[in-house]
């Protein structure tokens, strides 16, 4: 099997994080051509086998071309803050507290990662988001269940992740996501990072139609494997693909 290449913790990645990718939580595999049709011909196989044994979940991937928004005008309405563990805890112990992306924030943080930023109006947070960029990579792999879904990211590319409108956001007047989402794309793109990608699970139709809108491109899928055996309950696999949409497998009911 050919590979663009393999980036294990101490390696440094050589092939885009657009690219094709066999990854599991401690490793990444870089796939040329030859390598990611076999590799989905294996898939489709396995998915033929009837087992309950074998879930599976899909996520679309997006990027998102940077370079016009590094000459394009800023949203001076939007004042981005990095997150803090106060903030955090906060919003922890309010209403939304649950929330799965308020505890992905959590678990972002204790693992090191500081790259989060939050929407402040009259004290009151809108919207909050992660950027990551290749300084976060040790951080990435270090996540139990998820490091698998982050390729290495190189110097000039950027993932978002995690976009969220709070109570205060959604009242604001025509939404706070896309002002705040602009104003991320600037960040970025002022800290040097030509692309972005990003993700988002087949099943949540509105956020694709936002993200359409909002200038992202999909261009391929994640299939997050799972077999539910003694011993293999905690290992994932995940294909990081860019066949065409539709393409890729309906998630199991």
């Known amino acids: 099997m050919d590979h663009v290449s393999v980036s294990p913790a101490r390696e440094r990645p050589a ?6 990718w066999l990854s599991t939580n401690r490793y990444h595999l870089g796939l040329g051509p030859p390598a990611l049709s076999c ?6 196989l396995l998915r033929q086998v009837p087992s309950r044994r074998l879930q599976w979940e899909v996520w679309v991937r997006y990027r998102l071309d940077l370079r016009p928004w590094a000459s394009a005008s800023s949203a001076a309405a939007v004042e981005l803050t990095p997150i803090t563990w106060e903030l955090i805890e906060e919003l922890a112990r309010g209403a939304w507290g649950q929330h799965p992306q308020i505890r992905s924030t959590q ?11 939050v929407w402040l109006r009259q004290g009151k947070p809108l919207c909050l988001q992660w950027l990551f960029s290749h300084e976060d990579n040790p951080q990435l792999r270090t996540l139990p269940e998820w490091a698998g879904m982050y390729p290495p990211l190189p110097p000039d590319w950027g993932q978002v992740e995690n976009l969220l409108s709070l109570p205060a956001g959604l ?78 497998p309906e998630t199991q009911s």
């Open 171 to 248: 009242r604001y007047p025509g939404g706070a996501a896309t002002p705040f989402a602009q104003a991320m794309f600037h960040l970025a793109a002022s800290r040097g990072m030509t692309w972005l990608i990003t993700h988002i699970h087949e099943r949540n139709a509105a956020a694709h139609r936002w993200a359409e809108r909002t200038g992202w491109t999909p261009y391929g899928l994640i299939l997050r494997y799972r077999l539910d055996a003694p011993l293999l309950r905690r290992g994932y696999v995940y294909l990081h693909d860019t066949a065409p949409l539709g393409a890729g």
């Open 39 to 44: 590799v989905r011909l294996l898939a489709r």
């Open 107 to 117: 678990r972002l943080w204790q693992h090191g990662l500081r790259g989060g930023y």
């Open 15 to 20: 092939a885009i994080p657009d690219a094709a």
